[in-house]
């Protein structure tokens, strides 16, 4: 049993942008359940205070480079007696808008004093000068937002071992030399073994330079950062700390139960795999909520994904408008929010093919339920995808995912081609480069294969048989905090 501190920007039902949230939840509380002793640590955001019945002053500490106090708030993870500790600045956190900034895609101007006092908090919490009388063995951090914490650990005596988790190198948090001295850090950390990126404050270097170990969330992107197409300029670091052994890749898991097609409340029709027959009252559902032609035979392709050019949204408008101009039999339904182009584009879309295209800009938990279970395939055509849960959710909903061979979606996704169709190893489509045409020509593989219905049912069901739960992964990151801790 070991003492840990999650520390996350976002936790699941509590705050959430993307999947770091259901990861910052589904990870706890699998090591919960391994009888460690694990608390959360997160900013407490105006919209965790609503969401959190039970909420008591702990602590009040004095940070350095702030003025006023700030208090430690307590309180447990929804549906769990997960310790959740919430660092409560209301200059800083109570607010209202988004966890990073007013809307999806603005930035708030004093990020970077928001999440240095977050940081700040989580280094006192985790030396125990909150005096609470509980010091974890191990400090986890997770993305740029909790990256200067393992820089300003690092030379504490008896500190915690650290472990820094990259869930998206395209977020790194950078700022200028102004900010930085505004900052109040210590001037030795302004190197470029530090945290100086080309003349920028780097929250990330934090994490990646000073932690013990760093992970990945899936072993390809692990990999993949370690070059210069997917590093953004790290990669020599990143290359260096894997020659080290200390940067590796575990692969997310889900939540099995909050992802369940038998259990799910937000589907027309509960399904198992020996039930997956009615899916396809999930599929004619999915169809009415978005006013297209309820039709069987059509290849429905679902689409749930924050707006971002990460997610090759473009891609998606370019095929389907290619596809559905050529009289493919296909329906799209969307849901997402993020930048303007793609909202538009996709809204274009909808007006252009009214019955072929369905959309909801906005963010709907019940509504990505539904899609997950009443689509035929899922796309994420992703430039670049560090893990990805949406391609997990699917195939545990027989929904064969559609993706781009990178990041975790190389590692979750058989193509269904080949020997991987005859020895039933398939369990979705898979294409190399981020191009409509390439993905044009893979829904096309699937509009194909779905004319076969029993090959197409197979593929569904060795979907569903796929186990992308904590298990396994969970084992991993409890290796790698003994590993740390020896
Ligand atoms: P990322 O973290 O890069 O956004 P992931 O696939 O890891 O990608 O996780 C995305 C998570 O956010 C999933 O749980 C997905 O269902 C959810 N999500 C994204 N956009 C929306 C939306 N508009 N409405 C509801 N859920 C969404
Ligand atoms: C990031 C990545 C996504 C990953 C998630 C959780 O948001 O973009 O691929 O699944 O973090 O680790």
Redesign the pocket.
């Given at each position: 049993m070991r003492k840990i501190l999650f520390a996350s920007s976002e936790v699941?039902p509590l705050i959430?942008?993307?999947?770091?949230?259901?990861?910052s939840a589904s990870l706890p509380m699998t090591l919960d359940a391994h009888g460690h002793d694990i608390r959360i640590i997160l900013p407490a955001y105006r919209q965790c205070l609503m969401a959190l019945a039970d909420v008591r002053t702990i602590a009040t500490i004095k940070l350095d480079g702030f003025h006023s106090p700030i208090n430690i708030l307590e309180s447990t993870l929804p549906e769990t007696d997960i310790r959740v500790w919430l660092v409560d600045s209301p200059a800083h956190f109570d607010r209202e808008g988004g966890a990073y900034g007013p809307s999806e895609g603005g930035d708030w101007q004093d990020n970077a004093a928001r999440f240095a006092l977050f940081c700040r908090a989580i280094v006192a919490v985790a030396m125990d000068l909150a005096e609470l009388d509980w010091k974890p063995d191990v400090l986890h951090c997770n993305d740029w937002q909790t990256g200067l914490a393992p820089a300003l650990i690092a030379d504490q005596k008896n500190r915690p071992a650290t472990i820094f988790t990259i869930?998206?190198m395209a977020y790194q948090g950078l700022y200028s030399r102004q900010t930085f001295e505004a900052l109040d850090l210590p001037e030795s950390f302004w190197t470029s073994e530090g945290l100086e990126f080309y003349d920028q404050l780097s929250f990330m270097k934090g994490g990646l330079g000073y932690a013990d170990y760093i992970t990945a969330?899936s072993p390809t992107y692990a990999k993949e950062i370690c070059t210069a197409e997917y590093g953004y300029g790290l990669e020599g670091l990143l290359t260096f700390k894997h020659e080290q052994g200390q940067l590796s890749g575990i692969l997310?898991g889900i939540d099995r139960d909050e992802w369940n097609p038998q259990t799910d409340k937000a589907l027309a029709k509960k399904y198992t795999i020996k039930t997956v027959r009615h899916k396809k009252l999930n599929k004619q559902a999915l169809q009415q909520y978005f006013s297209l032609p309820e039709k069987e035979e059509v290849l429905v392709l679902g689409l749930?994904?924050?707006?971002?050019p990460?997610?090759g949204i473009d891609l998606i408008i370019d095929a389907v408008s290619r596809l559905l101009q050529a009289g493919e039999n296909i329906q799209l339904v969307c849901?997402?929010?993020g930048e303007d182009d793609y909202e538009k584009g996709l809204r274009v879309l909808r007006a252009k093919y009214p019955d072929r295209v369905g959309v909801?800009?906005?963010?709907?938990?019940s509504?990505?339920?539904q899609i997950?279970a009443g689509a035929d395939v899922f796309l994420?055509p992703?430039r670049f995808?560090?893990?990805?849960?949406?391609?997990?959710?699917s195939l545990r909903y027989g929904t064969l995912p559609l993706v781009r061979n990178t990041g975790?979606l190389a590692d979750s996704v058989v193509d269904a081609f080949g020997d991987n169709l005859k020895d039933a190893t398939a369990t979705g489509f898979k294409f190399e480069q981020a191009t409509a045409e390439e993905l044009e020509a893979t829904i096309l593989r699937a509009v194909t294969l779905f004319r076969h219905p029993r090959i197409w049912r197979k593929v569904v069901i060795t979907a569903m048989e796929q186990d992308y739960s904590w298990q396994a992964s969970s084992r991993a990151y409890e290796a790698l905090y003994e590993k740390a801790l020896s």
């Open positions: 699941h959430k942008t993307g999947g770091l949230a259901d990861v869930h998206n969330v997310n749930i994904s924050r707006l971002v990460q997610k849901l997402g929010s909801v800009i906005g963010y709907d938990e509504l990505a339920h997950e994420m992703s995808e560090p893990c990805g849960l949406n391609q997990l959710y975790g």
